[in-house]
């Protein structure tokens, strides 16, 4: 053999090494040294203000921890999703993650995960499958909860007041649990008190064009509206034009609470415009890429963690404004 060929091969050997060390990642990470942990994700789509946080913080925290994210943007339809699930199987990742558009019909496809021996965990939202062994884990917030201290929040703001009190309420997207589930809290409260009534209520996909189309149909129809509740900022910001243009002051004239607490929504609360938000955190990336590790290494994870969450007055949003991450 040449010197010169020799040398061709030392070095080329060398890079395979070095390539092998590269993407071992982070010990425990992978499926044996040499391979990144890969983790699809299936992401609902990039309806909102929230939306677009949470896709940032996953993609982040994969890079972070040195994980290969798939990720796929279902565009809000689940039938995307069911295609990106069956696809990761395919090329046969190591962990499937999705954030479920809607909560029903997803066993078929979780069985197939199933049967490839591929963990699933779900994150933000979850589904209604009635078998727990589908998926190990759910990560998110407690939606029901969200809609309680929503109410809690109406209950109070008009302890003394007459009534009647007439709500209007825009709906998240269609069977998706935070629409579900903020509609049910929310609606537990303020039965309490019969001088509440929701009056019209609708679904605005949790995007801002279409809060604002519906909004404006409500503005129409409704001959006396005294509070909107929104299921998402994105929602009642899209509101909050429709009113103005109306010729009304969202805040005093509509009453606003809403869901999310987005850095947009704390901007109209420092101008008055929304009264109450309750916060909904999107930052879930590092717990996610800990629990895939986790998943991945046949450690034991809880099957269910919850954001940690507050609320805020217009007082607390404008204080918290200049700090806020998303
Ligand atoms: O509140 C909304 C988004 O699933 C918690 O989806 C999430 C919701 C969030 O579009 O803004």
Redesign the pocket.
């Known amino acids: 053999m040449s010197k010169r060929a020799a040398a061709a091969l030392v070095a080329g050997a060398m890079v395979a090494v070095l390539t092998a060390c590269g993407s071992g990642g982070t010990g425990s990470a992978g499926k044996g040294s040499g391979h990144k942990l890969v983790v699809g994700f299936s992401q609902?789509?990039a309806?909102?203000?929230?939306?677009t946080a949470?896709t940032k913080s996953i993609q982040e925290s994969a890079k972070k921890a040195g994980v290969e994210l798939k990720f796929s943007d279902a565009q809000q339809k689940q039938e995307n999703q069911i295609k990106a699930i069956r696809s990761f199987i395919q090329q046969k990742v190591d962990v499937i993650a999705f954030?479920p558009v809607v909560e029903s019909g997803w066993d078929t496809v979780l069985k197939e995960a199933k049967d490839a021996h591929i963990p699933v965990i779900l994150t933000?939202?979850s589904v209604d499958s009635k078998d727990e062994s589908l998926y190990v884990s759910f990560l998110?917030?407690d939606?029901v909860e969200e809609g309680k201290k929503a109410g809690d929040w109406l209950v109070k703001e008009y302890a003394s007041a007459a009534g009647p009190v007439n709500i209007v309420q825009l709906e998240?997207?269609t069977g998706?649990?935070?629409a579900n589930d903020?509609k049910s809290g929310f609606a537990d409260v303020v039965k309490a008190d019969p001088k509440f009534k929701v009056v019209a209520s609708q679904t605005g996909d949790?995007?801002r064009a279409k809060g604002k189309e519906v909004m404006q149909a409500f503005l129409k129809s409704q001959p006396k509206i005294d509070v909107l509740y929104a299921?998402?900022?994105?929602m009642a910001l899209g509101a909050i034009q429709a009113i103005e243009e109306a010729g009304k002051k969202p805040g005093s004239d509509i009453k606003i609470v809403s869901?999310?607490g987005?850095k947009d929504a704390f901007t109209a609360m420092s101008q008055g415009k929304i009264n109450y938000d309750v916060e909904?955190n999107?930052l879930l990336g590092d717990q996610l890429m800990d629990l895939a590790k986790k998943v991945k290494a046949g450690e034991q994870v809880p099957r269910r963690i919850k954001t940690e969450e507050g609320t805020f007055t217009p007082d607390q949003a404008t204080a918290a404004l200049p700090n806020r991450q998303y």
Request: glycine letters at 12%.
């Open positions: 609902v789509g309806e909102s203000g929230w939306r949470n954030s933000d939202r998110g917030s939606f998240g997207t998706s649990a935070p903020r949790f995007t299921h998402n900022d994105d869901v999310d987005v909904c999107p």
